[in-house]
């Protein structure tokens, strides 16, 4: 099963809204989806720069596994402002065993097509990328 998942295709639009946010800032974040008829991963919702961090977790389903990437903007404590950027595996305990396998399987050569990830999360209920955990990884 893993091995089915590993041949999985990164589409070409993945990296190149990925690319468009780290260089030009067009976008707030991304939502991929694995097409598993096609083996491919796709991009599913494109967020604006001025959506917020709550459209972002709104536009991912609550029981279905996906890949986000969020350009997170903060305020350091001597009041410089700067971005991060954050991956998020989305895989949340409701969601089809098959469906987290496949994620869990591909992540790792997904994440290296998008070269510019700055911190990554695993979340399985909301509360594991609140904003909170958010700001507390970008202090590291």
């Known amino acids: 099963m893993a091995n089915a998942a590993s041949g999985m295709a990164v589409h070409d639009d993945c990296k190149l809204k990925f690319m468009e946010l780290k260089a030009k800032r067009t976008h707030r974040f991304i939502v991929y989806k694995i097409e598993e008829k096609q083996k491919e991963v796709i991009v599913e919702k494109l967020g604006e720069p001025i959506e ?11 029981e279905e596994c996906r890949y986000a990437v969020f350009d997170f903007d903060f305020v350091t404590e001597e009041n410089v402002q700067k971005s991060r950027i954050f991956f998020i595996a989305w895989s949340p305990d409701t969601a089809k065993v098959r469906s987290k396998m496949i994620y869990a399987s591909s992540k790792d050569r997904f994440k290296r097509e998008l070269d510019g990830i700055q911190v990554e999360l695993q979340a399985t209920d909301p509360t594991e990328m609140g904003l909170d955990v958010f700001k507390s990884r970008v202090n590291l």
């Open 52 to 62: 917020t961090y709550e459209d972002f977790t709104s536009s991912l389903p609550a």
